[in-house]
Nanobody
């Protein structure tokens, strides 16, 4: 059973930083690419960043390039999203996604506000 559990969200001021974590279990984590998505109120879920199984290839939405960094630790079965220079428009629920399995985590709320 694939299980994805996000953590690390919270309230942060504009310009601040947060690090999200996704703990994965139930599959061979190192074999599959992973992604972070987000969904703001009243909007569709959107891809934020993706990473290949080895971590050697990454992709980012234009809106977060240069501010967010996706990474993974295949020993700990975890994926991360380092978010710097946060803006109010980054406010959303952030989800961990294993596309091959069609699995999603429960999400973690990120709120950027002064």
């Amino acid at each position: 059973q694939v299980l994805l559990v996000e953590s690390g969200g919270g309230l942060v001021q504009p310009g601040g930083s947060l690090r999200l974590s996704c703990a994965a279990s139930g599959f061979t984590f190192s074999t599959y690419g992973m992604s972070w998505y987000r969904q703001a109120p009243g909007q569709e879920r959107e891809l934020v960043a993706s990473i290949s199984n080895t971590g050697g290839r990454t992709n980012y939405a234009d809106s977060v390039k240069g501010r967010f960094t996706i990474s993974r630790d295949n020993v700990k079965n975890r994926m991360y999203l380092q978010m710097n220079s946060l803006k109010p428009e980054d406010t959303a629920v952030y989800y961990c996604h294993a596309r091959f399995f069609g699995s999603w985590g429960q999400g973690t709320q990120v709120t950027v506000s002064s």
